[in-house]
C-alpha cells in the first residue's frame, strides 16, 4: 500500500561519501519515524541510525560522527549523509518508516535495499 522508493548506493573509496535517499509513496497515510537498517553478508540486520517526525535522532556507535540522518517531511522522504566511508560499512541498506494509514492504523514498511559497497 505504501511504497518506499531508495536510491544513492554504489561502490565508493574508502574515505568517499554517499547520500542515500528514501521516499516514500502512496495514499491517505502519514509517516511517523523512520530509519535506515543495514545488513552485511552473514550478518543481522543492524539499525543505522533513526529520526522521528519531530526530528530527534539516534545513531549506532559504529557511525556516530560519520553519519548524519535527516528528512523532509513535505516529501516523505528521509536521508542518510554517510561521510568517512570504510570498508565495513559495506552492506544492503534498507529504509524503514513506520507508516500511518487514515490517521488511526500503523505499520512497518521496507524499502527494496540498496548496495553500498566501500572498497579500493
Known amino acids: 500500500q505504501v511504497q518506499l522508493v531508495e536510491s544513492g548506493g554504489g561502490l565508493v573509496q574508502p574515505g568517499g561519501s554517499l547520500r542515500l535517499s528514501c521516499a516514500a509513496s502512496?495514499?491517505?497515510?502519514?509517516?511517523?519515524?523512520m530509519g535506515w537498517y543495514r545488513q552485511a553478508p552473514g550478518k543481522q540486520r543492524e539499525l543505522v541510525a533513526a529520526?522521528?517526525?519531530?526530528?530527534?535522532?539516534t545513531y549506532a556507535d559504529s557511525v556516530k560522527g560519520r553519519f548524519t540522518i535527516s528528512r523532509d517531511n513535505a516529501k516523505n522522504t528521509v536521508y542518510l549523509q554517510m561521510n568517512s566511508l570504510q570498508p565495513e560499512d559495506t552492506a544492503v541498506y534498507y529504509c524503514?518508516?513506520?507508516?500511518?494509514?487514515?490517521?488511526?492504523?500503523?505499520?512497518?514498511?521496507w524499502g527494496q535495499g540498496t548496495q553500498v559497497t566501500v572498497s579500493s
Open positions: 524503514n518508516a513506520e507508516v500511518l494509514h487514515f490517521g488511526t492504523i500503523a505499520t512497518r514498511s
Open positions: 502512496g495514499s491517505s497515510f502519514s509517516v511517523n519515524a
Open positions: 529520526i522521528t517526525s519531530s526530528g530527534s535522532t
